[in-house]
C-alpha cells in the first residue's frame, strides 16, 4: 500500500482480493418491505403479517429470545438459533428458506426442507460495537425463478454481543493506539498483512496511517 510504502520505501506489499459467486442467491427485499421483531409479539412464536397468499404461513421463532426492546443480547461468542419449521407454503408452491446474516440483502443459507433451522455466530470481533443485525425470509415459491408470483416475507433481529476480546483488540481499528492483532477481525486481518506495522513489527502501533487504511483496505469507514 502507498501508506505501508512510505514507512518503509523498501518493503514490497501486494494485495490479492477475491470475490465469491453470487449469481444463484437471490435479492432479499430491503428494508422498506422487512419486518422488525416486535417486543409485543410472542417471542417463541413471532407470525408473518396478514395479506400473504391464502395458505401461507409464516412462524419466526429465535433462541434466545429477544429483550423488551427487541434485540438479543448476549456474550461472544453468541450463537443464535432461527427456527422457520413451523411456516407452510401456499397450496402448490415450494417454501425456501432465507437466511441473510450481515443484512446485505443477499441471502447466505437457501434451501427447503430442514434448512428451515439454521444457527448463526456472532462475534463480538466481527463488528467494532458488537451490534449487528440478522435478515431472514420465508418466499412462498422458487425466488431464484424470479418470478412475479413469488411470495417473500422477511423479519429482522438486532443482536448485541458484548466480551469484547481484550487481549486482541483492546481498542476500535478507528481509533490510534497499540499494535492490533491479526485475528481480531477481517478488516485488521488485511490491514495486518499489508501494513504488519499496524500489528506490531518493526515495533509498530496503530498510528493514523492504519486508521486511514481502514478506507483504503477495508472499503469501511470510521
Not at 126 to 145: I, K, M, Q, W, Y
Not at 161 to 170: G, K, R
Not at 179 to 205: E, H, K, M, Q, R
Request: with cysteine; hydrophobic share 35%.
Amino acid at each position: 500500500m502507498k501508506a505501508a510504502a512510505t514507512r518503509f520505501p523498501w518493503l514490497g506489499l501486494a494485495v490479492f482480493l477475491g470475490a465469491c459467486n453470487a449469481h444463484d442467491a437471490p435479492q432479499i427485499p430491503t428494508a422498506a418491505t422487512r419486518e422488525r421483531a416486535a417486543a409485543a409479539a410472542p417471542a417463541s412464536d413471532l407470525a408473518s403479517a396478514s395479506g400473504g397468499p391464502a395458505g401461507f404461513f409464516a412462524s419466526f421463532r429465535v433462541e434466545p429470545q429477544p429483550g423488551t426492546d427487541g434485540v438479543i443480547r448476549g456474550s461472544s461468542p453468541l450463537p443464535v438459533e432461527f427456527d422457520l419449521c413451523r411456516s407452510r407454503a401456499d397450496a402448490g408452491k415450494p417454501l425456501y428458506f432465507l437466511f441473510d446474516w450481515n443484512f446485505d440483502h443477499v441471502a447466505d443459507v437457501i434451501g427447503t426442507g430442514d434448512t428451515c433451522l439454521q444457527t448463526h455466530t456472532f462475534n463480538a470481533k466481527d463488528s467494532p460495537d458488537g451490534t449487528f443485525e440478522a435478515n431472514v425470509c420465508l418466499a412462498n415459491g422458487d425466488p431464484r425463478a424470479h418470478s412475479p408470483n413469488t411470495y417473500i416475507t422477511c423479519r429482522s433481529y438486532e443482536i448485541r454481543v458484548t466480551s469484547f476480546p481484550q487481549s486482541n483488540c483492546e481498542h476500535s481499528r478507528c481509533v490510534q493506539g497499540g499494535p492490533l492483532t491479526s485475528d481480531c477481525n477481517n478488516c485488521v486481518t488485511a490491514i495486518c498483512a499489508v501494513d504488519p506495522y499496524c500489528c506490531g513489527a518493526f515495533g509498530g502501533f496503530w498510528d493514523s496511517i492504519c486508521v486511514g487504511e481502514v478506507a483504503s483496505v477495508c472499503g469501511k469507514s470510521c
